[in-house]
């Protein structure tokens, strides 16, 4: 992993919670529950409070990054790391070692986290119904 997920700071080895940025995740998650506002909405009102992707390359907020955000686990506390379980060294497989899971802190979301999935899920479902009646 390049860059701690937004919201959270590398402290070595360990993800801390960053709480200026943890403060615009939160929002994000009420936003989508809650208020029902779009991927572009939520990125449109982090860009007018100020908040500055992770990466910085680019100010704004684009759908996937907020997608991302919305379904990571890390922010339930859950992290993973060395998730392959082969690698390709020269054409043959090779044994990579066991995915491994740590518990971080998690960002203090009040259950939005369980009650963004069902939301995405059905979000997904009518626009692939959608796309299929104009193809």
């Known amino acids: 992993m390049r860059v701690a997920p937004y919201g959270y700071d590398f402290n070595g080895h360990t993800l801390v919670i960053n709480e200026e940025e943890a403060e615009f995740v939160r929002k994000m998650y009420h936003w989508y529950v809650y208020d029902h506002y779009t991927f572009r909405e939520i990125g449109e009102r982090l860009y007018s409070l100020g908040a500055v992707p992770k990466r910085g390359e680019s100010r704004n907020w684009s759908a996937s990054s907020i997608r991302r955000v919305l379904t990571s686990e890390v922010y339930i506390g859950k992290f ?56």
């Open 80 to 135: 993973y790391y060395n998730r392959r379980e082969t690698r390709k060294i020269r054409g043959e497989k090779t044994k990579n070692g066991t995915p491994k899971k740590t518990i971080s802190s998690a960002v203090k979301m009040n259950g939005s986290w369980s009650r963004c999935l069902p939301s995405l899920t059905r979000n997904y479902l009518h626009w692939r119904k959608r796309r299929k009646r104009k193809t």
